[in-house]
């Protein structure tokens, strides 16, 4: 997905984490439960847009389209991106885990 502009996804918001993992804005057209909170990560930290219409108009995805497209949107993506790669959350579970269970490792996040 690095080589992405932007990722639409329609219906279903289970992708979402991988594309806000590889610093790509989103624009997700779904509605429900789900989808409106995926909206709400998505617009409060500018990494994506949420078209809750479905299906959504033209006019309505162009106008999305245009916004995933800027250059501020495109910056703020790729930072949440960079911020949740350093990260490493695989291995720090990995390394807690262990230190709880009185280990010295279980595994090492590849």
Same mark, same amino acid.
Do not use: F
């Given at each position: 997905?690095?080589?992405?502009?932007?990722? +639409? !996804?329609? &219906?279903?918001?289970?992708?979402?984490?991988? %594309?806000?993992? @590889?610093?790509?804005?989103?624009? #997700?057209?779904? =509605?429900?439960?789900?989808?409106?909170?995926?909206?709400?990560?998505?617009?409060?930290?500018?990494?994506? +847009? !949420?078209? &809750?219409?479905?299906?959504?108009?033209?006019? %309505?995805?162009? @106008?999305?389209?245009?916004?995933? #497209?800027?250059? =501020?949107?495109?910056?703020?993506?790729?930072?949440?991106?960079?911020?949740?790669?350093?990260?490493?959350?695989?291995?720090?579970?990995?390394?807690?885990?262990?230190?709880? %269970?009185?280990?010295?490792?279980?595994?090492?996040?590849?």
């Amino acid at each position: 997905m690095p080589c992405q502009t932007n990722v +639409i !996804h329609y &219906r279903q918001s289970d992708k979402l984490p991988a %594309a806000i993992r @590889a610093g790509v804005p989103s624009i #997700l057209c779904a =509605s429900g439960a789900m989808a409106n909170r995926w909206g709400q990560i998505l617009t409060k930290n500018g990494i994506g +847009i !949420h078209l &809750r219409k479905e299906p959504p108009t033209a006019t %309505a995805l162009e @106008a999305a389209l245009e916004q995933a #497209l800027r250059l =501020s949107m495109q910056y703020k993506a790729k930072m949440m991106g960079k911020a949740i790669q350093e990260e490493n959350g695989l291995e720090y579970t990995a390394n807690t885990v262990a230190r709880q %269970a009185g280990m010295e490792q279980v595994a090492v996040a590849v």
